[in-house]
């Protein structure tokens, strides 16, 4: 079982950048892929980026593609989002999750373990 907490959010301007952290709990967190979501108020939960068991493969949504960065470091138990260029599209509440899988996975329903959120707030 895997335990997930995510830090980082916050307010910031349009073109400004923020850095999340998840904090990851268990032994076994270098045999999960981990992802990250996001969710705007009466929207959907939607997926973000994720990050294979090694690192090697990460996927991002399109919107995102040459401004956010994923990454994980498997002996601090931590994977990272970085976030550059920010839009103001882009807030909502960021979540980390981890899945029982080596490769990174889109799916909402592919994640096994959620964090409480961290909220993300870009003005215009």
């Known amino acids: 079982q895997v335990q997930v907490e995510e830090s980082g959010g916050g307010l910031v301007q349009a073109g400004g950048s923020l850095r999340l952290t998840c904090a990851a709990s268990g032994q076994t967190f270098s045999s999960y892929a981990m992802g990250w979501f996001r969710q705007a108020p009466g929207k959907e939960r939607e997926f973000v980026a994720a990050i294979s068991w090694s690192g090697v493969i990460r996927n991002y949504e399109d919107s995102v593609k040459g401004r956010f960065t994923i990454s994980r470091d498997n002996a601090k138990n931590t994977v990272s989002l970085q976030m550059n260029s920010l839009k103001p599209e882009d807030t909502g509440v960021y979540y980390c999750?981890?899945?029982?899988?080596?490769?990174?996975?889109?799916?909402?329903?592919?994640?096994?373990?959620w964090g409480q959120g961290t909220q993300v707030t870009v003005s215009s």
């Open positions: 999750a981890a899945a029982s899988s080596r490769l990174p996975r889109t799916e909402v329903g592919s994640y096994d373990y």
